[in-house]
């Protein structure tokens, strides 16, 4: 149903890198919830409620470099209210109408929600969304472009401020650490994203190719730099695994819960070591 960033010719468009993504039904982490609950199995915890104030201050981004990449992502992008992030002065009604759109979007999916339900969610009048917006299809376009364009400056970002001789290995696992904070720091925006993609108009999915490709990019070029230092092997099919990576990262939004078993920190390393090392135990030589 969901489908890749891409070029013409990669997998058709619609998800941050290619992997499926469903809607479910919001279920909540309840009280009686077991950590194991919050990262496989069972009916998933909706990640609406995984605000960074909620998250963060629980202690989950334990490690040094996750609080690093943190400070990465913070540097780029002010934290609002709702866990959005901002660029630019304090939010004002326009920002206020996008993170609004964007957490009915991602509940509701684009197609069933109205302006009107925009506006009650904004406590305004549905007219006075057109003073700043000329219509939902603008709104609809620019979360999407949001949703891919935050994760991709935090991606960049991260790889940046790495040490100029670092290892194939640390920029993968900067990377990877990245976009899986910036998901859930802008979760309704990525959960916009690649819940709502094939549900737009196709003049709209065309408006947000660019901003997919810059994304795919950065993975091409980090992936890419393996290869030349001997870190990846050179006759397997990057796009291929450059997919399967990017759609085992955007798949967790959908299961793992930051407030469980294991931190981001914890995931974004199961990530790269199962990448770089995969499960199987290699033979030792006599």
């Known amino acids: 149903m969901r489908s890749a960033v891409g070029p013409a010719g990669a997998p058709e468009p619609g998800e941050i890198g290619g992997a499926p ?3 479910h039904d919001h279920a909540q982490p309840s ?6 609950d919050h990262y496989g199995g069972g009916s998933p915890p909706c990640p609406a409620p995984c605000r960074p104030e909620g998250c963060y201050a629980r202690g989950r981004l334990t490690s040094q470099q996750g609080r690093t990449n943190e400070a990465a992502i913070s540097s780029i992008f002010k934290r609002t209210r709702t866990g959005t992030l901002e660029t630019g002065p304090p939010r ?3 920002q206020r109408i996008l993170d609004s759109a964007a957490r009915l979007f991602a509940q509701n999916g684009v197609a069933s929600t109205s302006m ?5 969610e904004c406590d305004i009048l549905a007219g006075s969304l057109y003073y700043h917006f000329k219509s939902k299809d603008e709104i609809v376009t620019e979360i999407l472009d949001l949703g891919i364009a935050h994760v991709a400056q935090a991606v960049s970002a991260a790889i940046a401020q790495a040490e100029p001789n670092a290892s194939f290995r640390s920029l993968l696992h900067a990377a990877v ?4 904070q910036a998901f859930f720091v802008y979760g309704d925006y990525t959960a916009t994203h690649l819940r709502n993609f094939k549900q737009v108009s196709a003049e709209i999915q065309e408006q947000s190719k660019t901003a997919r490709d810059n994304y795919e990019q950065i993975w091409i070029d980090l992936l890419d ?14 796009g291929l695994e ?4 990017i759609g085992s990262m955007n798949w967790t939004l959908e299961w793992f819960h930051p407030r469980g078993k294991y931190s981001l920190d914890e995931l974004a390393e199961a990530v790269v070591r199962m990448f770089m090392d995969g499960c199987a135990v290699r033979a030792t030589s006599a």
């Open 21 to 23: 993504a469903t809607r």
């Open 116 to 120: 009107r339900e925009i506006a009650k």
């Open 242 to 245: 450059r997919l399967l990576l």
């Open 225 to 238: 730099k393996g290869v030349k230092d001997g870190s990846i092997l050179p006759n397997i099919d990057l």
């Open 31 to 36: 009280a009686t919830d077991s950590p194991s």
């Open 177 to 180: 650490q990245a976009h899986l």
């Open 92 to 94: 004002d009604m326009r």
